[in-house]
């Protein structure tokens, strides 16, 4: 009979869920409704991106530190640039450019580095953006639940949007348990009509009963008073 909110393992899979009881206008519980997306998937995005963000700054440096041991005293510059670089990349800071013009394979390097800087911070925006979408719907989510926990079966989730399967599918779910809490009470109705309806009967069949007693003690006290 109380709300539930967290992670839960359903199936065996971790879920960021809400449980809310499902009351009707007496304020009984009737049943339960769940709402809840996997935990993992959002997790798995972020990892990723860590992993590729430090299999960049490794490869990077393993470079560096081969380029500088098998080059020249004119390249080290730029190596160290590309070294530079590549630590801040693997720091977080997308927004570093490494500057080398040497137009050789080291210049396509750097090139190469920003190129991956730049996809890597993309990658971040999508994943905050993502992140931003599914806040505001778990959000609209548990405020349909809460109406829908106070017997409000009125309330829709909003389909004005890019990405709106999930509202679709959650306002088709909300019209199907409205019309069979519509039916069910539809059905208590008739049902207490006939309750009262045997009522009736049964008391007029009572009433019936104690008059044919009455007449037949009547019969018999006559009848006695003529023996």
């Given at each position: 009979?109380?709300e539930f909110?967290?992670s839960?393992?359903?199936v065996g899979?971790?879920?960021l869920?809400?449980?809310?009881?499902?009351k009707?206008s007496n304020?009984?519980?009737i049943?339960?409704v769940f709402?809840?997306?996997?935990?993992a998937q959002?997790?798995q995005?972020?990892?990723?991106?860590?992993n590729n963000?430090?299999?960049?700054?490794l490869?990077?440096?393993?470079?560096?530190?081969v380029?500088?041991?098998?080059s020249?005293?004119?390249i080290t510059?730029p190596i160290n640039?590309?070294e530079?670089g590549?630590?801040?990349f693997?720091?977080g800071d997308?927004?570093?450019t490494?500057?080398?013009k040497?137009g050789d394979e080291?210049e396509?390097l750097a090139?190469?580095f920003?190129?991956?800087a730049?996809?890597?911070?993309?990658?971040?925006?999508?994943l905050?953006?993502?992140?931003?979408s599914?806040?505001?719907?778990l959000?609209?989510?548990?405020?349909?639940?809460?109406?829908?926990?106070?017997g409000d079966?009125?309330?829709?989730?909003?389909?004005n949007?890019h990405?709106?399967?999930l509202?679709?599918t959650?306002?088709?779910?909300i019209?199907?348990?409205s019309?069979?809490?519509e039916n069910?009470?539809?059905?208590?109705?008739?049902?207490?009509?006939?309750?009262?309806d045997?009522?009736e009967?049964?008391k007029r069949?009572k009433?019936?009963?104690e008059?044919?007693?009455d007449?037949a003690?009547q019969?018999?006290t006559?009848a006695?008073d003529q023996s």
């Amino acid at each position: 009979n109380t709300e539930f909110m967290g992670s839960a393992n359903v199936v065996g899979q971790s879920f960021l869920t809400k449980y809310v009881p499902l009351k009707d206008s007496n304020g009984a519980t009737i049943g339960m409704v769940f709402v809840g997306t996997p935990e993992a998937q959002f997790t798995q995005l972020v990892n990723n991106a860590r992993n590729n963000t430090i299999i960049i700054a490794l490869f990077g440096l393993l470079i560096a530190v081969v380029i500088s041991l098998v080059s020249s005293r004119s390249i080290t510059k730029p190596i160290n640039q590309l070294e530079d670089g590549v630590h801040k990349f693997g720091s977080g800071d997308y927004d570093h450019t490494i500057n080398v013009k040497t137009g050789d394979e080291l210049e396509e390097l750097a090139n190469s580095f920003n190129k991956m800087a730049k996809d890597i911070k993309e990658l971040h925006s999508m994943l905050d953006a993502d992140k931003l979408s599914l806040a505001k719907t778990l959000k609209e989510i548990f405020d349909i639940m809460d109406h829908l926990a106070e017997g409000d079966f009125s309330v829709r989730a909003d389909e004005n949007r890019h990405k709106n399967k999930l509202q679709k599918t959650i306002n088709h779910a909300i019209e199907n348990v409205s019309k069979m809490m519509e039916n069910l009470k539809s059905e208590i109705t008739v049902l207490s009509d006939e309750l009262e309806d045997v009522g009736e009967g049964l008391k007029r069949a009572k009433e019936t009963s104690e008059q044919v007693t009455d007449a037949a003690n009547q019969v018999a006290t006559a009848a006695a008073d003529q023996s």
